[in-house]
């Protein structure tokens, strides 16, 4: 049976709990360790669950060659580039993840890693990664994502790209190896994604017919999208982060700066605090508000015997009168006794 949660480290993630948050570090390290601890330590002191990185060599994710097909192309943040050129400048040396990783615990943080081939899930494996995670153009990789099930660590499974049929592939070929805890990330991969091609209302969708928790792997500018997300039952959620876009980098167009990144986390607690449970009975707040709703009330000065009409007896605020309702009930009947100006409408005052 697969759960609808998974636990990493110490945080159940799934309904019911606070979303988990990722920061990103990528390629925004820009070939500096130093520069690669500032970000993990900015993802702390921004509120984030957990840092992700990335475990690849350029020649474990493609091969040296400038024939056209490793040529990016298409309107992408790196068109003419080639792929290897690329990821020799974008990948984090495997010596320093350790390091990160040792950071990122001391500031209370989680820390694992996409594996990009089989050499890297056994490097991560040696390093003792809470989790492994499928990146969105290796949801296609069936023997790497039977590699990553098959050391019963919780799997996330990016699936920008993905048609329907490969996600179910992905998750059946998942499970088949071994894996009991697995969370889908929704992902538009593109570099920035606009928010028009996001389409979160598959999330729930995604939820429903996977039985699986489901979060968000964004690349949008800005925070908004990913709080739309939880509002929409997302309970992952992954974003880049960078020390400063300013600073050239093969990620750092879309990625957050560190005071943006803190405000994305804090409009996520706030969200998902106000979207609460079910509630059709006044909050705590509200209790004290209610004394100035509509009531009924006596608008003008009446006398002993005068008829109730809607020149005298009117529904307005504050609520220390009889309920709006039983106001067709008076109009037409006598007043009992004279009535100032302003007198809540009370059955004792009514023939």
């Known amino acids: ?24 570090v990528s390629a925004n390290h820009n ?10 330590e900015a993802a702390a002191a921004a509120g984030v669950d957990a840092v992700k990185l990335q475990t690849y060599t350029p020649d474990t994710i493609t091969l040296k060659s400038e024939r056209e097909w490793f040529r990016l192309s298409g309107g992408t943040l790196w068109d003419g580039r080639i792929l290897y050129d690329l ?28 594996a990009f081939d089989p050499t890297a899930v056994d490097f991560l494996e040696s390093l003792g990664v809470p989790a492994h995670k499928i990146a969105s153009s290796e949801v296609v990789d069936i023997p790497l994502i039977r590699k990553m099930a098959g050391t019963g660590k919780p799997l996330l499974i990016s699936t ?29 991969s593109a570099y920035p994604a606009p928010p028009a091609e996001m389409h979160l209302r598959t999330i729930p969708h995604m939820r429903d017919a996977f039985h699986v928790p489901v979060g968000l792997s964004d690349h949008t500018l800005g925070i908004s999208v990913p709080v739309a997300a939880v509002a929409l039952g997302a309970c992952i959620i992954e974003k880049h982060l960078t020390l400063s876009r300013s600073v050239p980098g093969p990620d750092s167009a879309f990625s957050l700066e560190p005071d943006e990144f803190k405000d994305m986390v804090c409009a996520i607690r706030s969200a998902e605090l106000a979207l609460g449970t079910v509630c059709y009975r006044p909050s705590r707040h509200e209790t004290s508000s209610r004394k100035y709703r509509r009531s009924l009330f006596i608008v003008r000065d009446m006398q002993a015997g005068e008829t109730f009409t809607t020149d005298n007896l009117r529904s307005i605020r504050p609520g220390n009168g009889l309920h709006p309702r039983y106001l067709e009930a008076l109009l037409g009947r006598s007043a009992r006794t004279d009535i100032a100006t302003g007198t809540p409408a009370d059955w004792n005052l009514v023939l």
Not at 10 to 24: D, L, T, V
Not at 31 to 40: D, F, K, Y
Request: net charge negative; with cysteine.
């Open 87 to 114: 990821y020799a400048e974008a990948y984090m040396p495997w010596e320093w993840q350790a390091e990160l990783m040792r950071v990122a615990n001391r500031l209370g943080l989680g820390c694992f890693s996409t």
């Open 1 to 24: 049976m697969i759960d609808s949660e998974i636990q990493i480290g110490s945080r159940r993630i799934g309904p019911g709990h606070p979303a988990y948050i990722i920061a990103e």
């Open 160 to 188: 920008g790209m993905a048609t329907l049929a490969e996600v179910e592939e992905a998750l059946e070929a998942a499970r088949a190896a071994g894996a009991r805890q697995i969370a889908l990330l929704k992902c538009t």
């Open 31 to 40: 070939g500096s360790l130093e520069q690669a601890i500032r970000i993990v």
